[in-house]
């Protein structure tokens, strides 16, 4: 089904971009809104609602756009994207926020990330792990939260960094917010800060609130 398949364009990133959101739940719609508000073409991909407006199959949803979000469990991921084919992945930034739990809410994958399986799984595709430590409220209305809160990304391919960092301006994250950690392998540690999240939201009761780093 190679003929699915278009190469992701190169476009500045001053340019409106394809991008494709796997999930249409509260994280996938949250982004698609912004992100469709600041001038990108925003389409859903979800293997049960493909035909409604705006909702193709994952597949083909991927094939169409420069950027996949991957809006839905950590546990996902990877099942998600192997049905989309390494052929449709190829060069295209893989945006993962997810977060990977056991029906216990324990991590998935001690000692592992969702982002390095999906790097190391998918060699040709730029992974970019970002927006996980928040609630999804947070990741498209930051500044709600702190007026310095601090967004990580992880990824070892600059350029898509920079796309991404892009983006994350264009849901509100102003350059001086995100911090970069380096590689796709610092991605376990804000992953495995779930604990810390979940800890936090007890406590306050209350998810609205964000991680600052301060220096």
């Known amino acids: 089904m190679r003929s699915l398949v278009a190469q992701p364009s190169e476009l500045p990133r001053e340019e409106p971009m394809k991008i494709a959101i ?7 719609s949250a982004l698609g809104t912004r992100l469709t508000s600041t001038g990108h073409h925003v389409v859903y991909g979800s293997r049960t609602r493909a035909g409604e407006a705006g909702t193709l199959s994952p597949r083909e949803a991927v094939a169409s756009s420069d950027v996949v979000v991957t809006a ?4 996902a991921v990877l099942g998600a994207l192997e049905e989309i084919g390494d052929d449709v ?3 295209r930034i893989v945006l993962d926020p997810s977060a990977a739990f056991t029906p216990r809410m324990t991590m998935a994958y001690p000692g592992d990330s969702v982002a390095q399986q999906v790097q190391a799984r998918f060699p040709r595709a730029r992974v970019v792990k970002t927006l996980n430590t928040m609630n999804f409220t947070i990741m498209v209305d930051p500044l709600a939260s702190l007026p310095q809160a601090t967004v990580f990304v992880s990824g070892d391919d600059s350029a898509a960094k920079t796309v991404v960092t892009g983006l994350l301006g264009d849901l509100g994250w102003p ?4 911090l970069d950690l380096g590689g796709v392998d610092t991605a376990l540690a804000t992953e495995h800060a779930a604990p810390l999240f979940f800890a936090t939201v007890r406590a306050l009761g ?3 609130f964000n991680i600052s780093i301060s220096r």
């Open 22 to 28: 796997l999930g249409t739940g509260k994280v996938g």
């Open 72 to 75: 839905i469990p950590g546990t």
């Open 89 to 91: 992945l190829a060069e």
């Open 175 to 178: 350059e001086s917010s995100v």
């Open 206 to 208: 209350t998810a609205r």
